[in-house]
């Protein structure tokens, strides 16, 4: 079972949930968990397991696809984040969204990154959308390979390490209390790689991070907690090193010696 990181109350309680996508594929069975403040937890497991679906489930966007099914219950700060009261456009913005393959607007490196403050009304004027820009952009150690080039460069013209840097900074942009990352190293090189993992040590200090990787020395290097997904089952929770050294599951124990996945 978890354990409570500084017996701080969960951010996020997940219980009992299943979902099935329109086709009849039970995609997530009875998962439940807890996320902790200032967290970051790895799910890991093979491919079609349900690590995406349990992460979209999460700030709500499996509903823009037809059909989703979902029972159980999950709360947020203790409310229910499928209460008829949450507007889901409002829920999604306590979170961050970052995906396996990196995508910026094809917009300038200031217009990416003022996008969701902008449209979300945090931001009045044009100073203080600078001051969120150029603090995003430090954030997501950016800022110092870009500051001359906010404006007339486009977020596509950056590298593949630099744009997710941009994506990260983008995610961080609405002051989200947890980031949900998709496999987010998994189209970029090994020093880009290296940079957004240490970005997460840091993010981690103010947020809540849940991160999908496929890479179980990721998970060893950066998550606190890991969780082990199986055909839609959480088969498995706990502190990293013990899931590592001492996985109860025999499924869980297997895949980290890689003997499948
Ligand atoms: N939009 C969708 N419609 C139908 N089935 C889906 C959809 N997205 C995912 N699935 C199915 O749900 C299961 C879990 O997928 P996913 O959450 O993407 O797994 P993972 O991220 O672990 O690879 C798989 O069987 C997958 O084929
Ligand atoms: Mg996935």
Redesign the pocket.
């Known amino acids: 079972m978890p354990e409570p990181r500084d017996n701080a109350a969960p951010v996020m309680q997940i219980e009992d949930l299943n979902l099935w996508?329109?086709?009849g594929?039970h995609?997530l069975r009875d998962v439940s968990f807890d996320l902790y403040p200032r967290e970051c937890l790895a799910f890991i497991?093979p491919?079609?397991?349900?690590?995406?679906?349990?992460l979209k489930v999460l700030n709500r966007m499996h509903e823009g696809?037809t059909n989703v099914r979902v029972t159980g219950r999950v709360t947020m700060q203790g409310h229910d984040i499928h209460a008829h009261d949450v507007d889901p456009p409002l829920h999604r913005r306590r979170f961050g969204w970052v995906a396996q393959k990196p995508n910026p607007f094809p917009m300038s490196i200031w217009d990416n990154v003022a996008y969701g403050p902008r449209i979300h009304g945090l931001a009045r004027t044009r100073a203080e959308l600078d001051v969120v820009v150029e603090d995003c952009l430090r954030r997501a150690h950016l800022w110092d390979e870009v500051k001359d080039h906010l404006h007339d460069m486009e977020g596509t013209d950056l590298s593949g390490g630099q744009q997710q840097r941009l994506c990260i900074a983008r995610a961080l942009s609405t002051d989200p209390e947890v980031l949900l990352m998709d496999e987010p190293t998994g189209s970029i090189d090994p020093i880009a790689t290296a940079a957004v993992e240490r970005l997460v040590m840091e993010l981690k200090r103010r947020l809540s991070v849940v991160l999908?990787t496929h890479s179980m020395m990721q998970a060893r290097r950066v998550a606190d907690r890991v969780a082990y997904?199986h055909l839609?089952e959480l088969r498995e929770i706990g502190p990293t090193e013990l899931i590592f050294t001492a996985a109860r599951d025999p499924l869980a124990r297997a895949f980290i010696r890689g003997k499948f996945g």
């Open positions: 996508y329109g086709d594929t995609a497991g491919s079609g397991c349900g690590k995406s679906t349990a696809q999908v997904f839609g």
